[in-house]
């Protein structure tokens, strides 16, 4: 079955790159299958726009630049790219202010694509801006902004994200959010797992944490009360 799927897989590529259309007969082939395989067109589709995009690129402005070497062109993509909001490429060029790759390091113009990444949903972006945030390195540290970002990442499901969410939570002891969000990531990391608390001693002591901490707050709710 799965040489079946890699053949017909290969047979899509082959047939989308060469301008022809697969012979794979409708009805051969499971719905996930044909879902797979339509992604896959989609995707080579899309390289081969943004290739055909930078060779344009490159032959528009080749005399006006005197630095031609393959880095330089795809940087000079991607950044074209960026300006017309796409949020990959948005990414690589805050990352090249940030490192000065193929151009002055420039921390503002670094955070500034890394927000506009950050706000189409990309996770690298959002972590990377938190950090920036945490830091005190380029801007003021800003633990709001931080935690802001990085829930921005916690809240597309990826566990690094809900993880550093959930310390931030126990730093500031609010260990219920704390231990919700630790929680999430475990049980994306272990979907299997019956018994998570045995798994991660964090989250056995952040139960804990809950635990004491709603036990006195009822004490004081009652001595308030008396």
């Known amino acids: 079955m799965m040489k079946k799927k890699l053949f017909y897989l290969i047979l899509a590529c082959f047939f989308l790159i060469s301008g022809g259309k697969t012979p794979v007969q409708a009805g051969s082939l499971t719905k996930v299958e044909e879902a797979e395989i339509q992604a896959l067109q989609a995707h080579n589709k899309k390289q081969l726009e943004k290739r055909r995009f930078l060779k344009d690129y490159q032959e528009q402005y080749s005399d006006l630049v005197g630095v031609k070497d393959e ?39 670094a955070v500034a694509f890394y927000k506009k990444a950050a706000e189409k949903g990309h996770i690298e972006s959002a972590m990377r801006l938190a950090e920036i945030y945490e830091e005190n ?41 704390a231990y919700d969000w630790f929680l999430k990531a475990m049980k994306q990391m272990f979907p299997n797992e019956k018994n998570l608390q045995e798994r991660s001693p964090d989250l056995k002591r952040l139960a804990e944490k809950v635990k004491v901490q709603k036990a006195v707050k009822i004490t004081n709710e009652s001595y308030e009360g008396a």
């Open 71 to 109: 880095g330089y062109w795809d940087m000079a993509f991607h950044a074209r790219l960026a300006d017309y909001g796409d949020r990959d490429s948005q990414y690589i060029i805050a990352q090249a202010y940030e490192k000065g790759e193929y151009t002055s390091v420039n921390p503002q113009k």
């Open 137 to 177: 390195k380029w801007i003021q540290k800003d633990d709001e902004k931080a935690m802001y970002y990085y829930l921005k990442a916690a809240k597309s499901s990826y566990a690094p994200a809900q993880m550093k969410v959930a310390f931030l939570y126990e730093a500031n002891e609010e260990y219920q959010k």
